[in-house]
C-alpha cells in the first residue's frame, strides 16, 4: 500500500513533512481480494455475438469492369518487408500504373490484372515510368497470384 500523496489543502502537513516519503514500503498483492464474477451474457448478447463471428471476411474491393483494358506486360517491385514501397501501402495487392492505365481519375481505381491463367484484382497507388510493352508494376504480393518473382515479368491483360 502506497502512502497517500501530500494535499496542498491540508494545513496540518508542512512541506518538510511532504516531501518524506518511504520508497521501499511492501506492495500488498491483489490476493485477499474477492473477486466478482463477470454477469453472464444473455442469449441475445450470445446469438449477436456468433453472427460477428460467422461474418464474412473482408475481401479485396471488386472491379467494377468498364470495358477498358490493355495487354502487355507486368512487372515486378516493393517486395513487402524487404524492399522501400510507397509509404502509405507497405505491403499488399497494388499496382503501378504505366501511361496506357493512367486515364482519367485513375489513381486508387480497382484493375483486374490476368496472366498466366489466374487473375488478380489491384488498387493503382502509383505511376510506373513503365515504356513500350511494360504496362504495369504490381506489388510482389500480387505478381505471386499471377508467377514467381523469378519469372521477372509475366503477360498480362488489365480490365477496368
Sequence with gaps: MLPPLPSPLAPDVD????????????????????????????PAQRA????????????????????????????WYCKTGVSACHHNYPGGLYAAAGPELRVGNWRGRHVRVCGNGHCVNVTLIDWCACGGNHIIDLYSDAFTRLAPLSA???RVKVSW
Design 15 to 42: 512541506d518538510a513533512s511532504a516531501k518524506k516519503v518511504q520508497a521501499f514500503e511492501a506492495i500488498q498483492d491483489f490476493a485477499g481480494q474477492t473477486t466478482i464474477p463477470a454477469p453472464r451474457p444473455t
Design 48 to 75: 449477436a455475438a456468433r453472427s460477428l463471428a460467422k461474418a464474412p471476411v473482408a475481401k479485396q474491393p471488386g472491379v467494377r469492369l468498364t470495358g477498358h483494358s490493355a495487354t502487355g506486360s507486368a512487372t
Design 152 to 154: 521477372g515479368a509475366v
